[in-house]
């Protein structure tokens, strides 16, 4: 099971840190992403990231901004995202990938995590 937190409402030029905690499994062989939906639209990629090698894939539209990093201790990753803009207002969903394949795409994914809501006031 994956939990997602950390969501809230922000000015635009600030930051957020979303958590996503696994419970019932360990998450080092997996690749874990993040994605987002935001009204009306699909489920986009964000950011992903392989456990046991700590590589790192990022969407053109939060490079720089966002970082994805896990922590094995707490079996869990984290999202810092900074420089919000009003258009990264989206539900926010974790996700963990058993096969790692395509790391960008919602049907490499696995198990998901519930979403947590994040809004970004003008």
């Known amino acids: 099971q994956l939990q997602a937190t950390g969501g809230g409402l922000v000015q635009a030029g600030g930051s957020l840190r979303l958590s996503c905690a696994a419970s019932?499994?360990?998450?080092?062989?997996?690749?874990m992403g993040w994605f987002r939906q935001a009204p009306g639209r699909e489920r986009e990629f964000v950011a992903a990231?392989?456990?046991?090698?700590?590589?790192?894939y990022y969407a053109n539209s939060v490079k720089g901004r966002f970082t994805i990093s896990r922590d094995n201790a707490k079996n869990t990753v984290y999202l810092q995202m900074n420089s919000l803009k009003p258009e990264d207002t989206a539900v926010y969903y974790c996700?963990?990938?058993?096969?790692?394949?395509?790391?960008?795409?919602?049907?490499?994914?696995?198990?998901w995590g519930q979403g947590t809501q994040v809004t970004v006031s003008s």
């Open positions: 996700a963990a990938d058993a096969s790692l394949s395509s790391y960008n795409k919602t049907t490499a994914y696995d198990y």
């Open positions: 990231i392989t456990w046991y090698t700590g590589n790192t």
């Open positions: 019932g499994r360990t998450l080092s062989s997996y690749r």
